[in-house]
């Protein structure tokens, strides 16, 4: 297939490690840094499900930079307190008091599951949590129970609204998953912003310029420097730009009305931070926590209909879209959830691909807590 062949074009520079390996190595790396093992098996799962989809901007290159590092600094707790501030029969609110964003989000998603196959339908909001990993994790936790499930969660500003230029919402992710009679739900799963941050440090790793019109400055102008739109990025002298682009001639209003919407069921459910609450830095520019929230729903299908006919009439409309009449040049349609499957299949038998910048990472990780992993390339 043209399309893996590509793919494992561009991990050329890299070294590949098996999966195990490396969820063995972030595990360790997590229990060493204080996170209790029933905790650090949860996120190794999130994080290297993330690396086995191909998705790279959320798996082990998050380790040492959100997680492990903001332990160091004390504004992410290694060890996670899950409150019930409120439940109904088909509803709940947690507080996730700073802990890990994946133990509270795994807990709450799969409250949001129990809920619907008791009564059809659950959803469940939580405040005071931090960055939780992939969305698409909790998505599937829905599939794979025979339903559709929803999640979103804001984040630290940096999209800025249609005609401004300030970073004032989060990438802001509004992820969708549905269950079909093919080898792979349908998961779409993607920030509202045209690239999230994660998408721009990986070009920073390798020293590539990004694309046009991903950030916008504060001239209201755009730039490819990714290193240093990631300074800017932090220090408020640039956005990210919504789903659309610049301004609202391409649509640019629509990804900041989903990315508003996202924000909003983050927020005011549960009467949590939203907005530049979120900025991760007090008065003095001292670093403090991000008091993140998120949403999670699923949705019964059963209550609606046979689920093994829900699963056909789904793979037929995705079956039908990749089979419709392609422009020209282009080998192939995807259907959302289609291309991480196929990372899925590639790297479950080769590994993860680990750039040099990632490899001094956990380099760094193993010298500060004494691990025992040997590297290849040692």
């Known amino acids: 297939m043209k399309y893996a062949d590509d793919y494992l074009a561009q991990y050329k520079d890299c070294q590949w490690l098996p999966l195990d390996f490396l969820e063995g190595f972030m595990r360790d790396a997590l229990i060493a840094a204080g996170v209790p093992a029933p905790d650090a098996a949860i996120i190794g799962d999130v ?6 989809r191909g998705i790279d901007s959320h798996g082990i290159g998050r380790l040492k930079p959100i997680y492990i590092d903001r332990i160091r600094d004390g504004i992410l707790s290694p060890t996670t307190t899950i ?17 890990m964003g994946h ?31 992939i969305a698409g994790y909790y998505a599937t936790m829905a599939t794979q129970a025979g339903m559709i499930g929803m999640t979103g969660t804001n984040a630290r500003p940096s999209i800025a609204p249609t005609f401004g230029v300030e970073n004032m919402l ?19 799963d993607c ?27 504060e001239d209201g102008g755009t730039t490819t420097d ?9 220090r408020g002298r640039a956005a990210l730009t919504p789903l659309g682009g610049i301004g609202d001639e391409d649509g640019g209003h629509k990804g900041y009305g989903y990315a508003t919407v996202v924000e909003i069921l983050s927020a005011a459910l549960q009467d949590g931070a939203y907005l530049k609450m979120l900025n991760g830095f007090d008065e003095n520019h001292q670093k403090i926590p991000y008091p993140l929230g998120h949403f999670f729903m699923a949705i019964n299908v059963e209550e609606f209909i046979d689920l093994a006919r829900f699963q056909a009439i789904s793979g037929d409309i995705l079956r039908q879209l ?14 959302p959830g289609e291309k991480e499957h196929i990372a899925w299949e ?26 025992p992993h040997r590297f290849p390339w040692d």
């Open 83 to 99: 409150e019930v501030v409120r439940e109904r029969k088909t509803t709940a609110v947690l507080d996730g008091h700073n802990g």
């Open 346 to 371: 590639i790297r479950t038998t080769r590994g993860c691909p680990v750039p040099k910048a990632l490899q001094q990472d956990m380099e760094t990780l193993r010298k500060w807590y004494s691990l």
């Open 322 to 335: 990749r089979a419709s009449r392609k422009a020209r040049g282009q080998d192939q349609i995807f259907t």
């Open 191 to 217: 920030a509202t912003s045209i690239a999230q941050r994660g998408k721009i440090e990986v070009y920073a790793r390798a020293g590539k310029p990004m694309p046009r019109g991903w950030v916008v400055d």
């Open 47 to 52: 994080l290297i499900e993330s690396d086995r």
């Open 170 to 188: 989060g990438t802001n992710p509004l992820t969708i998953g549905i269950p079909t009679d093919e080898p792979f739900p349908f998961v779409i």
């Open 103 to 133: 133990v509270v989000a795994k807990r709450a998603m799969q409250m949001a599951i129990d809920k619907a196959r008791d009564h059809g339908m659950g959803m469940v909001a939580v405040r005071n949590s931090t960055h939780y990993g």
């Open 226 to 234: 990714a290193a240093q739109a990631l300074i800017d990025l932090t």
